[in-house]
């Protein structure tokens, strides 16, 4: 019986959760889409105590975990329902 392939959500939420397949390992590229349509660019970490902690930053930006901007979210499904989805 074959798995039946994942998309949307689930597919994001099954990512986000899953560090060690993250393409661009330890980062994760996020991205939503604001109130006014403009795209809105997040990194999350693959690092403990950080895991669904969105860090709004580019791919390539220095995170200092101390200053740099970041929203803390307490599981995956509450970053999907603030609207961000894998980049």
């Known amino acids: 019986m074959a798995l039946k392939p ?10 986000m959760s899953s560090p060690l397949d993250w393409p661009r ?4 590229p996020m991205k ?3 109130d006014n ?3 809105e660019v997040g990194v999350m970490l693959a690092m403990e105590g ?12 220095k995170i200092d975990p ?3 901007p970041k929203i803390e979210y ?10 961000w989805i894998v980049d």
């Open 6 to 15: 994942m998309y949307g959500r689930e597919k994001d939420i099954q990512m």
């Open 25 to 28: 390992w330890p980062r994760l």
């Open 32 to 34: 939503r889409r604001t």
């Open 37 to 39: 349509g403009q795209i």
């Open 50 to 61: 950080q895991l669904s902690t969105v860090w709004l930053v580019t791919m390539f930006s």
């Open 66 to 68: 101390e200053t740099t």
């Open 74 to 83: 307490t599981d995956y499904d509450a970053v999907a329902d603030d609207g």
